[in-house]
Every structure is written in C-alpha cells, then in structure tokens.
C-alpha cells in the first residue's frame, strides 16, 4: 500500500461542475502540498498546508489532521482547469512522498 | 527571475551512453532535488541537496551522481544509460533544507528516451 493515495485516478467533469479530489496519507506529516502538472509537463506548487484550509480563487485546500486526509476543491471548474493534481506530504525528513496524481478533464 | 531551469528538454540516448542533465537556479534556493517521473507513480526522489557541497541519495539513487559545487547548480549524471532509466526527470528547489515546510519550485523537466 502506497504511503499517499489519491482517489479518484481519472475524473471527468461539465464545465461549471464543484470537483473534488481526495488525498489519504499513512505517515505522519509536517505539511501536504497540493500541486497541478498541466499537459506539456510542467508542475507547478498550488497549496503548502499544515492545518486548517487554505484558498486561492476558485481552488480550496483543507486537511484533517488526524485523520491523515486532506481534499481539494474546485469551484465552478472549467477546461483550462484540465490537469493531472498531485498530493505530495512531509515528514521529518527532507523528503517529500508523492501521490500518483488525479488526472482531471473538465468539458466544455 | 528564471525560477528553475533545465537543459535540455528532450534527449535521445543509446545504451551505455552517458549523459549530463543540467539544472539551475536564480532564486538563491538552499534545496534542491531531482526526481523521475514514471506512468503510473508519483515523482520519485533521486537525490538531493540541502546546500552547496552537500548531497544525499533519494529513493532511487542507482546509476546516477549529483555534485553541488554551486549554490545556482545542481546537475544529474547518468554514468551509464540503460533502458529503465527513460523517464521524464524534474528537478526542484525550495528556500529551505527543511523541504516539508516550503513552497516547490519545478523546472520544467527533461524527456529522456535511452533505447
């Protein structure tokens, strides 16, 4: 069993759809990065959180604690939202663990 | 500023052949990392550094070296080039060694194909 899941693996969704992607994790962590790999590759870091919710725009983050989990939310999505979106956590160490990736396609 | 740059973006290698992927950074970064990136697994530490001189293996650390001789620079060599090293490669930098706690800079990777 991998350290990070990500569920779902795919999503497809309408235009203007409320997307959910969900990250589980089995270590214990000092902080969860939400990141989005458009096509063409690059990667880019959307979210650092410790606790609590975080929000930029149309996109929210939140963690539980303790119960290792944390989602990502986007509102009123649209294509350009179309990406794969990787959880990745950190511990005590100076290395990050990364989720598998959730790839999303948003249809006009 | 650049952020992270890598060279080059795409690359074609026989077996046996050895290569060297550059990466660097302008943001005066203590961290940085390379991972590889495979279909079907999240992105995998190779090495990484939490300064210059200073270097550590990763997850997946065989078949390739890093050095830091700079702050800017953190290259990646491949020694020998084998087949199970195709992949798309990525490096990284954040301001402090203590990555967990810090925003993840990401060049915007090199494609590597060794036949």
């Known amino acids: 069993k991998n350290e990070v899941e990500q569920s779902p693996q795919n999503l497809t969704a309408q235009e203007g759809e409320f997307i959910t992607i969900n990250c589980s994790y089995s270590?214990?962590?000092?902080?969860l990065h939400w990141l989005q790999q458009h096509p063409g590759g690059g990667i880019v870091s959307l979210f650092m959180?410790?606790?609590g919710k975080k929000k930029h725009g149309r996109l929210i983050a939140t963690i539980n604690i303790q119960e290792k989990h944390s989602s990502l939310h986007i509102t009123a999505s649209h294509p350009r939202d179309s990406a794969v979106y990787i959880c990745?956590?950190?511990?005590?160490?100076?290395?990050?663990?990364f989720g598998t990736g959730t790839l999303l396609a948003v249809q006009p | 500023n650049a952020g992270v740059t890598q060279t080059p973006k795409f690359q074609v290698l026989k077996t046996g052949q050895s290569m060297t992927l550059q990466c660097a950074q302008d943001?005066?970064?203590?961290?940085m990392s390379w991972y590889r990136q495979d279909p079907g697994m999240g992105l995998r530490l190779i090495h990484y550094?939490?300064?210059?001189?200073?270097?550590d293996q990763g997850e997946v650390p065989n078949g390739y070296n890093v050095s830091r001789s700079t702050t800017e620079d953190f290259p990646l060599r491949l020694l020998s080039a084998a087949p199970s090293q195709t992949s798309v490669y990525f490096c990284?930098?954040?301001?402090?060694?203590?990555?967990?706690?810090?925003?993840?800079?990401f060049g915007p990777g090199t494609r590597l194909l060794v036949l």
């Open positions: 959180l410790s606790s």
């Open positions: 550094s939490v300064g210059a001189g200073i270097t």
């Open positions: 270590v214990g962590i000092s902080a």
């Open positions: 990284a930098s954040s301001y402090d060694p203590k990555v967990p706690q810090e925003t993840q800079y």
């Open positions: 943001m005066n970064h203590e961290y």
């Open positions: 990745a956590v950190g511990g005590a160490t100076n290395k990050l663990i």
